[in-house]
């Protein structure tokens, strides 16, 4: 019993810096179908959702993904995270 | 070691001093500062504002000290990073170490930076003073500097 | 640029701003304090003394920061190295190097250093707790740290 | 005619660190007859002017000179040199 692949759940998204200015969303609460396994699955559901969102994500290579605030690679299994951040590359310092 | 999310400017003196006070094996402190420069791209800058991830920040602020403290002899260390809107001329990053002996002070000072760099969640965007934005682009020198530290010491 | 030989104490944050003021291109600050630790060689010390060459002192460090402006792009650098008679915990020298980019901050820090150890003419004596008073002996390993810079880049 | 090496000259002697406390002496002012040439010749002859002296100049490895205020190895000319330091090796920072 893979609850986590075969069940819905409910899940935070966040998005940051211009990847927040293109989608026009900074938090929101998404239900994720038994379909979405991986970052890379819910990138390709997120860009079927419109033009701002389709826009976002047009680049793969500038986004960059965070799992329950940790770092994660588009091919990571979204697993339990509750909380999933998408963002540029870093340029704090 | 501890690390600090503010808008608040920093004072330099006095944190030193209390990561020093009472440590008497200190005999190197390493500290650097990174600081809002006047123009950028050829622009002449207004403003800048950092934005950051409040929670994700301070988890790898931490990690990224703990990585330091096991790499380097480390009596304290401190990591203060200032969000929001900051002018040219305006501190931006604090990062101070403490060790014995200077090179481990240096080095562990310069690992902080470079992994701050490439691994905490900050963004930079610059308002230049004819009001146009501008995302700061990551820089792959900055990849590069953070990847030596994964490979052997020459 | 400039270097200055004092028995004061110094505040870092006040010599970074003098450093700093009007000059925006200024992006990163490194700077390093070396400190009188409080035990050497098993024993506690009471007091270090610091004698040196006056005017040699002044000549060679001058030299040196030369030397480093001439290896690395900085917009400013300061030296100040304490002289007399210090207590454990207190401040001996502080380098500052001040540049548009983080790399040639902390390299021509460290080089500083590297080069004030091994050619600046001071010289420190010990006296420990219980009265002896010792010269601290050269380190080989100062020696090596500053003929690093003679070699090639990597 | 080669002054400096044919006559006798006036030059300052100083000495810092253990140099000074063996020696006793902390600045001088010597005569320099024409055969001390060079540092090392200057040193042969300081050796000679009794024990404290020979102690203090025992160990050629820990003494470091310097010639009008710059480094200068043993094996240097004195030439017009009016101020010779003797110091050990360095210990600041």
């Known amino acids: 019993m893979s609850e986590t692949n075969t069940e819905t759940r409910d899940v935070t998204l966040r998005y940051f810096a211009w990847l927040r200015e293109k989608t026009g969303v900074s938090s929101e609460v998404v239900t994720l179908g038994p379909n979405i ?6 990138i390709d559901w997120l860009k079927s959702r419109g033009p701002e ?3 976002a994500f047009a680049s793969p290579g500038t986004v ?4 329950d605030k940790v770092h994660a690679k588009p091919a990571a299994a979204l697993v339990t995270a509750r909380e999933i951040a998408f963002f540029p590359p870093v340029t704090g310092g | 070691m501890s690390v600090r ?29 990174g600081k809002v420069r006047g123009s950028a791209h050829g622009a002449n800058l207004q403003s800048m504002t ?6 994700m920040t301070e988890t790898e602020l931490q990690d990224i000290e703990h990585q330091a403290s096991a790499r380097f002899r480390l009596n304290a260390s401190l ?28 080095q562990a000072c310069e690992f902080l930076m470079d992994y701050l760099k490439t691994r905490a969640p900050f963004w930079k965007k610059e308002t230049s003073v004819d009001g146009a934005g ?21």
Do not use: M
């Open chain 2, 134 to 154: 501008h995302w700061v682009d990551a820089r792959a020198c900055d990849d590069t500097a953070a990847d030596r530290w994964s490979k052997p010491s020459p």
């Open chain 1, 64 to 67: 960059r993904v965070a799992l």
């Open chain 2, 5 to 33: 999310v503010q808008n608040e400017p920093f004072d330099v003196s006095a944190e030193i001093a209390k990561l020093t006070v009472d440590d008497t094996t200190i005999g190197a402190v390493a500290t650097f500062i």
């Open chain 2, 79 to 106: 990591i203060v990073h200032r969000v929001g809107d900051l002018k040219p001329g305006d501190d931006i990053v604090l990062v101070v170490t403490c060790s014995p002996h200077r090179q481990d002070a240096f």
């Open chain 1, 37 to 42: 396994a991986t970052v890379q699955d819910l």
């Open chain 2, 50 to 55: 950092l934005e950051h991830y409040p929670g």
């Open chain 1, 53 to 55: 969102f389709e826009a």
